[in-house]
Every structure is written in C-alpha cells, then in structure tokens.
C-alpha cells in the first residue's frame, strides 16, 4: 500500500506543478489582488479536487467520460467559461494592485469570489476529471478497496495542491511590489487573458476518450 502511495505522490507531485490553468489563475489573482485572494483560489481549487476525486472514487467520473453528451456538456461549460474569463481580464484589465478596502468592497465577498473562481475554474475542467480517471485507478494495489484507495488518493491531491499553490501564492507576495506599476499589471492581466482563452478554445477541440 505504501509503495503505491508513494509512486502516486511521485507522479501525481509534478503532474500538479506542470505549469496550466490552475497556475496562470493563482499567480495573477496573487500579484494583481493580494496573498488573500490567491490563497482563496487556492481553497477553490482544493474543493474542486476533492469533488473530482470522489465523483472518481463513486464512478460518476467514468460514467462522464462515458456519456457523449455529459462530457460535451461539460466540455462546452468550462470552454465558455475560461473564453468570458479571457475577455474580462482583456477588456478591463487592472491597472493597479487591486485592494478592496480602497474600492469599498467587503471583504468577504471579495474572498469568496476569489474562492469561487478556484473551483468553477477546475470544475469546469473536463481535462482535469480525465487525469484523475485515468490516473488515480492505476495505482490502487490489488485486493484493496478501490473507493477508499482513490479517496485516499484524492486527500493527497488536495494537500499537494494546496502545498504548491501555496507556494506560488507566498511567491507573489514580494512579486507584488516589484510588479505593481500599471502597465506591468495591465499586462500581465492581458497575458492571463489570452492563456485563458486558449485554454478555452483547447478545450472545445478536446474529444471524448474511447
């Protein structure tokens, strides 16, 4: 059992830290609005790991993969929205590090909807459901329960997702400072735009696994 766990951690590890969607997401919402926010994408996407993880534990993630019309569902949900995402940050991007006691706006609001980007972020992400379907099933030992094994699995996604993350966000804090003029900001917003987008436009050509 430990020597499968620790060939998950192995593969799991750096398949987190590829740089994605998720890393673009966390590194812009920690410069452009603060180690708050970026640590509330991350709770996002922590949640969102543990929804794909036990819907892959229960067999809803198969039973996705399985129906054309579910993935495509979802596929065209998360491509919509990273594209509005994409535009958003093109068409207003931020022009100075954005506080929300400046601008009047409550607090927690402003976290939970940095929360909520993290998990429609990653759950709307059809390809991260794959990975997690054809990942997490490989390294069950044999004779083991297979539900309890991914939810297990599933418990070290999320602490490696919130170790790297984090990470990232604690890096933006000084990165905050040394990139706050406004035409740094303005187009580092622009640049996570056009990755949105293109994630968005990837996603429409992704098909179905056979």
């Not at 410069?31 to 819907?55: K, N, P, T």
């Not at 535009?87 to 931020?94: A, C, V």
């Not at 900001?185 to 949105?196: A, E, Y």
Request: net charge positive; proline share 6%; charged share 10%.
């Amino acid at each position: 059992m430990f020597s499968s766990l620790f060939a998950f951690i192995l593969t799991a590890g750096p398949l987190m830290m590829t740089p994605g969607l998720e890393t673009a997401l966390v590194l812009r919402t920690s410069i452009s609005e603060g180690h708050r926010a970026g640590f509330g994408v991350v709770l996002g996407i922590c949640i969102a790991v543990a929804f794909w993880g036990s819907a892959a534990a229960f067999g809803l993630t198969a039973l996705l993969a399985g129906s054309p019309f579910g993935f495509f569902l979802l596929k065209m949900v998360g491509a919509l929205f990273l594209i509005y995402l994409g535009f958003n940050l093109l068409r207003k991007p931020h022009t100075s590090l954005f506080d929300p006691k400046e601008v009047g706006v409550n607090d927690k609001i402003f976290i939970l909807k940095a929360i909520r980007n993290g998990l429609t972020t990653t759950l709307c992400n059809p390809g991260f459901a794959l990975v997690v379907l054809a990942l997490f099933p490989q390294f069950v030992p044999p004779h083991y329960p297979v539900a309890q094994f991914v939810l297990l699995e599933t418990v070290i996604q999320m602490v490696l997702a919130a170790l790297w993350f984090g990470a990232l966000v604690a890096g933006g804090i000084p990165l905050r400072s040394i990139l706050g003029k406004p035409t740094v900001i303005k187009n580092f917003d622009r640049l996570t735009g056009i990755v949105f987008i293109a994630f968005g436009i990837l996603l429409l050509t992704m098909t179905r696994p056979n």
